[in-house]
């Protein structure tokens, strides 16, 4: 079992930033992947940035691209998400998400990331 715990959402103009967090706790592993995914209303969940744990580049959505970095301290587990130059169409649930030796199953509960024009 794997434990994961976001911060960091929270109201923002539009041009703005925000650093979310992701820390993991439990049964992880020196394989584990990790990542986030966002959510808005009416909306499928969708990757935004992972990292697999074969320390291969990070993925990105095409419309995050140039705007958010991914990174990670893999001695503590935890994952951040650097967002720059934020749009309205940023707005979401964003979680954390995690998987051992294969795809992401794990999550947490989610931060509300929320950009205003």
């Known amino acids: 079992q794997v434990q994961l715990v976001e911060s960091g959402g929270g109201l923002v103009q539009a041009g703005g930033s925000l650093r979310l967090s992701c820390a993991a706790s439990?049964?992880?592993?020196?394989?584990?992947?990790m990542g986030w995914f966002r959510q808005a209303p009416g909306k499928e969940r969708e990757p935004v940035a992972t990292?697999?744990?074969?320390?291969?580049?990070?993925y990105y959505a095409d419309s995050v691209k140039g705007r958010f970095t991914i990174s990670r301290d893999n001695a503590k587990n935890l994952v951040y998400l650097q967002m720059n130059s934020l749009k309205p169409e940023d707005t979401a649930v964003y979680y954390c998400?995690?998987?051992?030796?294969?795809?992401?199953?794990?999550w947490g509960q989610g931060t509300q990331v929320t950009v205003s024009s």
């Open positions: 990292f697999g744990w074969n320390g291969g580049s990070p």
């Open positions: 998400a995690a998987g051992i030796g294969g795809p992401f199953r794990y």
């Open positions: 439990g049964r992880t592993s020196s394989s584990i992947a």
